[in-house]
């Protein structure tokens, strides 16, 4: 059973546009969330978090909001640019615990 | 070399085969983690280790045997493998004391090791 779920496997956007991403997850336990990027033959690294406090996160052209009552998040990066097209993971846990991640979502920025 | 290294890159091995992935990291990190990611399923968490003692097995079978012989070094012993385990096997580590401190530090992932069982 997925405690986290990004249920879009990919999305395209036109260079310089909003892209957004999205998470949604089961566990209203989870207190904690993190956005991973992944280039082809590459590891996972580290790109954005949220701690449930907040709805909001920013960080450069990147964005974090978490909506707890939907049991939503979602990443903005605006504007788009090609070197952002990569496989996107969201990952979530409760305190204490370990994260639990989604499926990723496939991004292509066209230039 | 920095960050975290996993080698081989790939692997092709028979159901009778017994190997071994390598997991080397020189950020100092004191956690060191084993995910597997199958084809359209998340991340799954296999093991963990924390200054080289075993804190977490997530109910993985006994064909998968890892070991930490120091806080750097991370190995996963593999034994009759079935055709289901072919996956991509990530390597990570943090400089986390506890899953309480994984919420300050993110985890450093390496490329993987591709695993195709035959």
């Known amino acids: 059973d997925q405690q986290v779920k990004q249920n879009s496997p990919s999305l395209s956007v036109q260079e310089g546009r909003i892209s957004i991403l999205n998470c949604d997850y089961t566990?209203?336990?989870?207190?904690?969330f993190l956005w991973y990027k992944k280039y082809p033959a590459e590891g996972p690294t580290f790109l954005i978090s949220?701690?449930?406090?907040?709805d909001k996160n920013e960080d450069g052209r990147f964005t974090v909001f978490l909506n707890k009552s939907a049991k939503h998040l979602s990443l903005h990066i605006v504007p788009s640019q090609p070197g952002d097209s990569a496989v996107y993971f969201c990952?979530?846990?409760?305190?204490?615990?370990?994260?639990?991640f989604g499926t990723g979502t496939s991004l292509t920025v066209i230039p | 070399e920095t960050g975290v290294t996993q080698t081989p890159r790939h692997l092709v091995m028979g159901m009778t085969n017994k190997k071994s992935l390598k997991c080397e990291q020189h950020?100092?990190?004191?956690?060191m983690y084993w995910y597997k990611q199958s084809a359209k399923k998340p991340l799954e968490l296999m093991f963990v280790?924390?200054?080289?003692?075993?804190?977490e097995n997530n109910s993985v079978p006994s064909r998968f045997s890892p070991e930490c012989p120091n806080s750097s070094h991370l190995f996963l012993h593999l034994h009759t493998l079935q055709p289901e385990d072919s996956a991509l096997y990530l390597c990570?580590?943090?400089?986390?004391?506890?899953?309480?401190?994984?919420?300050?530090?993110?985890?450093?992932f390496g490329s993987g090791t591709r695993l195709t069982v035959v």
């Open positions: 990570a580590s943090s400089q986390a004391q506890s899953w309480t401190d994984s919420h300050n530090y993110g985890y450093t």
């Open positions: 566990n209203s336990m989870f207190d904690y």
């Open positions: 949220i701690s449930s406090i907040k």
């Open positions: 990952a979530a846990s409760a305190f204490g615990n370990q994260f639990y």
């Open positions: 950020l100092g990190h004191n956690a």
């Open positions: 280790y924390n200054f080289k003692e075993q804190t």
